[in-house]
């Protein structure tokens, strides 16, 4: 909804500080820990007999992971002889297979390459020769992309996993079974020299283990960017850097967080840098109980097994969250644990943000944040009312200043600027780009360019106006995506809306509405219009009106409006 645009004051300095709620530090120390596998042994020792991951029904203590990555850790060190630095890709969905490998992959200081299972095989080679793959850790169901481009590639060693790895011979040989001729979702294919994951942990068991030598600065993740605006580069994060971001992230909501007490819901992707970092690392840093679920798109079964979870804490993305407010059986949990919702990798609507909070009695805060930055950059405080629009505040030892076109730094608020971040969760640049091409450099001045349009209030709260790239131009006149689509929002027979610029001749761009109604709902292109024009300028108004019975998204349930926009040039 449009609202009586507010004075521009100047200001000074940053006057997110002030707003910080009680317990929550100015600043972090990024070096708390020496490397991500100090991290892990410390948390080994100190919450050892507690549970650190379920899945499936099965759960592995800390001390169960700490023998299991030590083992899987001894393989790869001794068996395939990998170095410190060496690079290895995990392509696997939530499974306890997950951490093991993450953690073991750590402790043996190698680099790790986040892949996307759901990668079609032009985009698995594209990633494999980019980050220069010769390890890679794959579950059975995605083999037969691997097996497509397996020859055109440098990957020499294939450990092949499978869903029931982890969950004893019984139940682990039952599921596989399912897996492979009930529900057939692992299609023929041909890798001769692949090895069993089984027997990775079987021979590791009776190797021996070497702890490397690990720095701050050494090279903890080559993280691949969305590619939702162009093509997929590798943010280079440091283990400093992920330290920092969980340090940064135990700064702003650690005075409502308990050690060793917490039972985080992990929907999303751990290959995905928003539940890695707020998910994976900040919750084991925690000492707390993961949830993984291994395919939050089956809502009924998702559900399933919140029930008697007792989870008091969830992240997610605006879909899922929409999706879960709208199930009959999520209304009936039980919310009285749930302590923190957190919402990261698109905008969190206000019309999902407040049915959210009254469903189950917890603010759901938004949070931004960028894989170049590891990614968490700001954050909505934990004492908010509810919601407000905004990001939130900078994180602790955070930076933010907004820039104008001009790349003067803008000192007034409630004006509009490209956002740009310094702090240590920034990475050091992408892998194999060219660093003296200052015209394709992320950094301005030191500053990490975002690509992102945002304002920012009195108290330091700031709010996404849209992407740069994602801009409607009407008539000379910038039309902001998100806001079109916040008002479709309010309408209740919407369930889903996505708005774009279509090219057109008098105009420059008109703005087409692509929209998923409501289950068993009536609602007419007219109609939208007209309850759109009620709160938004004429040039504003969608002139176009679609109505699908699904989005483009990413495997994370970010939309791809991208992909919408192509489709209608």
């Known amino acids: 909804m449009e609202r009586a645009p507010q004075q521009p004051q100047p200001f000074t300095g940053k006057p997110w500080l002030n707003r910080y709620p009680e317990g929550v530090p100015a600043e972090i120390d990024a070096d708390k820990y020496a490397s991500l596998m100090d991290m892990f042994e410390q948390g080994i020792k100190e919450f050892a007999d507690k549970p650190a991951f379920t899945n499936f029904g099965k759960t592995l203590s800390y001390q169960d992971l700490d023998e299991l990555t030590r083992d899987f850790a001894a393989y790869l060190q001794h068996t395939l002889q990998l170095k410190v630095g060496d690079r290895i890709a995990l392509m696997m969905p939530n499974l306890l297979q997950y951490p093991v490998c993450l953690f073991g992959a750590l402790r043996a200081g190698l680099v790790v390459v986040n892949i996307n299972p759901l990668y079609t095989a032009r985009e698995l080679k594209y990633q494999l020769l980019d980050a220069h793959i ?75 283990y070497t702890r490397p030598e690990l720095s701050g600065d050494s090279l903890a993740f080559l993280q691949y960017t969305g590619g939702t605006t162009g093509r997929s580069k590798g943010a280079m994060l440091s283990h400093r850097n992920l330290l920092a971001n969980v340090e940064q992230c135990v700064g702003m909501y650690g005075p409502v967080l308990r050690l060793g007490e ?85 905008a969190v609507q206000k019309v999902v943000a407040e049915k959210w909070q009254r469903m189950t009695g917890s603010r759901l805060l938004e949070g931004y944040g960028l894989t170049e930055c590891s990614p968490l950059v700001s954050v909505c405080p934990y004492d908010m009312a509810g919601y407000n629009g905004s990001i939130g505040l900078p994180v602790c030892s955070t930076d933010i200043r907004l820039v104008d076109d001009h790349d003067e730094a803008i000192t007034m608020t409630h004006t509009p600027g490209e956002m740009e971040v310094k702090g240590p969760q920034v990475m050091s640049g992408y892998w194999q780009a060219d660093t003296n091409d200052t015209l394709d450099s992320p950094f301005h001045d030191g500053w990490l360019r975002t690509g992102d349009i945002a304002t920012m209030d009195e108290q330091g709260f700031f709010t996404i106006v849209d992407r740069k790239k994602d801009m409607i131009l009407v008539s000379g006149f910038n039309v902001f995506p998100n806001e079109i689509e916040e008002v479709a929002m309010q309408h209740p027979n919407v369930r889903e809306a996505a708005a774009v610029g279509v090219p057109q001749a008098d105009h420059g761009e008109i703005v087409k509405l692509v929209v998923v109604k409501q289950p068993n709902t009536e609602l007419d292109e007219q109609t939208l219009r007209d309850f759109c024009r009620q709160y938004l300028t004429a040039y504003k108004v969608p002139k176009v009106v679609e109505f699908r019975d699904e989005l483009p998204k990413t495997n994370v349930g970010k939309i791809l409006r991208r992909e919408l926009r192509d489709e209608a040039s």
Request: proline residues 3%.
């Open 134 to 208: 010769d390890t890679l850790v794959i579950v059975e169901n995605f083999a037969d992309t691997l097996a497509q481009v397996i020859k055109d590639t440098s990957v020499k060693n294939i450990i092949l996993t499978r869903m029931g790895d982890h969950l004893g011979p019984i139940k682990g040989r039952l599921l596989n079974w399912v897996v492979k001729y009930v529900k057939k979702l692992i299609p023929d294919y041909q890798l001769p020299s692949a090895i069993a994951y089984q027997t990775v942990m079987r021979e590791g068991k009776q190797l021996s």
């Open 262 to 346: 917490e039972k985080v819901v992990t929907a999303l992707p751990l290959y995905h840098v928003f539940a890695l970092t707020a998910n994976g690392l900040l919750f084991f840093r925690l000492g707390a109980q993961n949830l993984l679920i291994t395919n939050p798109r089956d809502i009924k079964g998702f559900v399933k097994e919140l029930k008697g979870s007792n989870f008091s804490c969830i992240t997610g993305v605006n879909t899922l969250f929409n999706a879960l407010v709208n199930n009959d059986d999520f209304k009936q949990l039980d919310f009285t644990s749930l302590k923190l919702t957190i919402g990261g990798g698109m």
